[in-house]
Each structure stands twice: as structure tokens, then as C-alpha cells.
């Protein structure tokens, strides 16, 4: 069954490793402890039974959150994880007051763009060549109410 739970440090190899299987812009071990640790941030994961297999990572303050990356294994992609990781998200930044979540994304990264547009993102700007020539950021937003 899969579930979604907070992760904790004892998370983070598995957490690791799912980036590692293809992510292009993949987050550090110090980046990844720092989600799990400071206050402000969160990390949540997506298990089928014991085996991780996706996250999602946010920090927020005030009332604004921003998504730093979503990642799920790729042979349980196209299967609702991502979908379950935002949804309980969407709730958990609910909860400490936040009203809108930002994100950027590579315009390229189908996949995560139709999650985003699926899940009520609306695209605001995009920052030309961000990611290299050719390779631009789009910038996203959803309000939560
Ligand atoms: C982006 C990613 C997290 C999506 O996770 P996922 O578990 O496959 O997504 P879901 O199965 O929950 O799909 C969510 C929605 O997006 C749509 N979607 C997902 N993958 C898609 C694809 N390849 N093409 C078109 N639509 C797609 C689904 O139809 C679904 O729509 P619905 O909610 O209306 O049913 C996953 O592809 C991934 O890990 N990619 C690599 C990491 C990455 O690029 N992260 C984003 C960095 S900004």
C-alpha cells in the first residue's frame, strides 16, 4: 500500500538514490538534511510499504511556500504518487498558515508540468535561458484556499 508520511534523516540514502535515477537538476545530501531539519522546510515521502519511492521537498515562510523538487522512482511513475505527495503537501503548508506555493520548473519537463497544471498551477513568468541556452524556467504558482 503506498503511503505518505514526513521523512526523517534516517531517509535521506533512499531519498538520495531517487534522484539519482534521473532527475536533471538533482539536491545535495546537505540541501536534502536541511528540508528534513529546519524548521521552515519539509519533506515529505511517498512508501509502498517500507521501500521509498518518491518526495517532495518545500520550505516556506509567512504565508508563502516554494516547491524545491518532487521526484518519484521511475517504474511508479504515471501511477498518482505525485499527485498523493501534493495533496498532502497542499494540506501540511495549510496548516502553518501558507496561502500560496511557488515553483519553477524546466520548460522542457513535461511530466512535472502536466502534474503542476493538473494540480491547479497557473504559469506567471519564465526566466529565459535559466537552465543553459535554450533551456528556460517557467515559473508557477497556485493559491491555496
Ligand atoms: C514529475 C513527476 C514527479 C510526476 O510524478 P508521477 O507520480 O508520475 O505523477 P502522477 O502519476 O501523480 O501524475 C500526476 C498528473 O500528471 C500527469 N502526468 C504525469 N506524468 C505525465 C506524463 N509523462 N505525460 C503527461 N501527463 C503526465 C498525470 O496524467 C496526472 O494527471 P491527473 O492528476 O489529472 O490524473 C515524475 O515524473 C518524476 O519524478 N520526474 C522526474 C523528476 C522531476 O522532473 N521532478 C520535477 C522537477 S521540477
Redesign the pocket.
Given at each position: 500500500m503506498i503511503t505518505i508520511n514526513p521523512a526523517s534523516l534516517t531517509d535521506v540514502d533512499a531519498i538520495m538514490s531517487t534522484e539519482e535515477t534521473?532527475?536533471?537538476?538533482p539536491w545535495t545530501r546537505d540541501s536534502i538534511e536541511a528540508l528534513i531539519s529546519d524548521d521552515n522546510k519539509v519533506a515529505l515521502k511517498a512508501s509502498d510499504d517500507d521501500k521509498l519511492i518518491?518526495y517532495v521537498g518545500a520550505s516556506y515562510v509567512l504565508d508563502e511556500a516554494e516547491i524545491g523538487?518532487?521526484?518519484?522512482l521511475p517504474e511508479?511513475?504515471?501511477?498518482?504518487?505525485?499527485?498523493?505527495l501534493f495533496d498532502e503537501l497542499r494540506k501540511y503548508l495549510k496548516s502553518k498558515g501558507v496561502s500560496v506555493i511557488f515553483?519553477?520548473?524546466?520548460s522542457d519537463?513535461?511530466?512535472?508540468i502536466?502534474?503542476y497544471e493538473?494540480?491547479g498551477f497557473t504559469k506567471y513568468n519564465a526566466r529565459k535561458n535559466y537552465y543553459g541556452e535554450g533551456r528556460d524556467a517557467l515559473l508557477y504558482k497556485k493559491e491555496l484556499n
Open positions: 534521473g532527475i536533471s537538476h518518491g523538487n518532487i521526484c518519484v511508479y511513475r504515471g501511477k498518482g504518487v505525485g499527485r498523493m515553483l519553477e520548473v524546466e519537463n513535461e511530466p512535472a502536466a502534474l493538473h494540480q
